[in-house]
Nanobody, 123 residues
Framework: QVQLEESGGGLVQAGGSLRLSCAASGRTPSSYVMGWFRQAPGKEREFVATITRSGGKTYYADSVKGRFTISRDNAKNTVSLQMNSLMPEDTAVYYC????????????????WGQGTQVTVSS
């Protein structure tokens, strides 16, 4: 089992940057594929980015490609999401999630979730 805790959310102006972090603890966090998802008010949760266990491959939603970067440090059991050129439509609660073996953009396939961190982008 893996426990996840996000941090780094906050209020930022459009065009600004934020860096989210996810601290993983429990059973060998480096064995898990990690993903970031987000949920805006009144909308379904959506995929943002995912990274393989080694960190060698990353995948992004089209809406964030070129602006967001996912990375991981297996020595520190952390996963980060660097968010640049933020837009008001990026406003959402951001969740870190973990699953075994293969990357996935489907939130239902992830086994473990953090509590979420709020990101608000003002125009």
């Amino acid at each position: 089992q893996v426990q996840l805790e996000e941090s780094g959310g906050g209020l930022v102006q459009a065009g600004g940057s934020l860096r989210l972090s996810c601290a993983a603890s429990g059973r060998t966090p480096s064995s898990y594929v990690m993903g970031w998802f987000r949920q805006a008010p009144g909308k379904e949760r959506e995929f943002v980015a995912t990274i393989t266990r080694s960190g060698g491959k990353t995948y992004y939603a089209d809406s964030v490609k070129g602006r967001f970067t996912i990375s991981r440090d297996n020595a520190k059991n952390t996963v980060s999401l660097q968010m640049n050129s933020l837009m008001p439509e990026d406003t959402a609660v951001y969740y870190c999630a973990a699953r075994l073996i293969l990357t996935s953009t489907y939130d239902g396939s992830y086994d473990y979730w953090g509590q979420g961190t709020q990101v608000t982008v003002s125009s």
